[in-house]
């Protein structure tokens, strides 16, 4: 299945060989994520990078993925900068910006408008994520962390355990994580949040038509020990009404006493970020930044080498990437974080 000039709506486009191509090309451009080696295989082409709802990680990725390639990003902010604030119509901004790139990233809050803004235009549009719809090249990341953590650790993602916590509900990476799980065998979804948050019901039934085992808990369990992957999700503040009440608390924290006393040893923690840091949020602790098992910034770094592997497949250049491939003379880190394991070499 080619991806060649196609709009990334949702993960839905993907089948399991395209999911196998993509993260080998990502394995292929990782020495590029990590500064070790540079291509120009983009050089020319132009990424309009559009974000109409908030966003640090996911801009930021997109703009240095596509400038690691060699290509140039232009880009907006938010409703008060751009045209849409003169009352300009999506078709107008998409038509419009189709002349200027040659792919666009778009992050709006509804659902449905990412779509609706590629329909109109000849150039690929990557949805970054639109309301509580899908953010599919996050998943395709969470995906890839979990594939890479697992054959770190000598598992499969056929077999095995999942758990997703939090706001199932307006969680769009949850959604879209989901829906790429249930392409492999044989696995369990276990479902940690209060009721109101629930995962829909449409997505707990594709779970369970897809002949894989679906628990479903308000709370963690004393002990969790088939767990391979533990997911946490913020509560989607800016998707709540005033009056939303849950029963969220002190208990519902992964924390590092949590993690100790419910899960193995192997465990993957993983979050798609931003943890919500007010004490009220009951977020996934920083209490765990030091532990081996928190994979969240390896998690966050994989969006580089993903979405890198995106571009060259949608533009068409992915087999030009071996040849293009050069040293950097620069200096280069071999760990970012103080806490970080040194980048595997080779
Ligand atoms: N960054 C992710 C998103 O845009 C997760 C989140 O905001 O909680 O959906």
């Known amino acids: 299945m080619s991806i060649l000039g196609q709009s990334i709506l949702s993960v839905d486009q ?31 082409a132009v990424l309009a990078n559009l974000f109409f709802e908030a ?13 690691r390639l060699g290509g140039s990003v232009s880009d907006t902010t938010g409703f008060t900068f751009s045209s849409i604030s003169k009352g300009e119509s999506l078709y107008d901004s998409s038509r419009v910006i189709a002349g200027y790139a040659d792919v666009i990233a778009l992050r709006h809050p509804e659902e449905g408008s990412v779509k609706t803004f590629a329909e109109r235009i000849n150039i690929p549009v990557i949805n970054a994520g639109d309301g509580i719809g899908e953010h599919p090249t996050q998943s395709l990341l969470d995906l890839y962390t979990i594939d890479k953590e697992f054959s770190r650790i000598g598992k499969t993602i056929d077999n095995s355990t999942v758990l997703i916590f939090g706001d199932l509900k307006h969680g769009r990476t949850v959604h879209s994580l989901v829906k790429l799980l249930v392409k492999y065998r044989s696995m369990k979804f276990v479902l940690v949040a209060p009721s109101e948050l629930a995962l829909p019901s449409d997505l707990q039934t594709l779970i369970v038509e897809q002949g894989h085992q679906l628990e479903i808990c308000t709370h963690f369990k004393s002990a969790m020990k088939d767990v391979d992957v533990v997911y946490a999700t913020r509560l989607q503040k800016e998707r709540l009404s005033a009056d939303f009440k849950t029963n969220y608390g002190e208990e519902m924290t992964i924390n590092k006493a949590l993690v100790d006393k419910t899960f193995t040893s192997d465990v993957v923690i993983m979050h798609p970020l931003p943890r919500d840091s007010a004490q009220t949020a009951f977020d996934l602790s920083t209490d765990l930044n030091t532990d081996p098992r928190l994979a969240i910034f390896r998690q966050a770094d994989n969006g580089i080498p993903v979405r890198m592997a995106l571009f060259t497949m949608i533009l068409g250049v992915a087999d030009n990437i071996a040849g293009s491939l050069k040293d950097v003379q620069w200096h280069s880190p071999r760990k970012t974080g103080k806490d970080d394991a040194e980048f595997p070499v080779g």
Do not use: K
Not at 55 to 67: D, E, Y
């Open 14 to 44: 993907f089948d399991r060989d395209a999911i196998q191509d993509l993260f080998r090309i990502a394995r292929l451009l990782e020495p590029v994520a990590q500064r070790r080696q540079r291509t120009d295989i983009l050089s020319g």
């Open 55 to 67: 966003s640090t990680r996911t801009r930021l990725s997109f703009c240095a993925a596509f400038q």
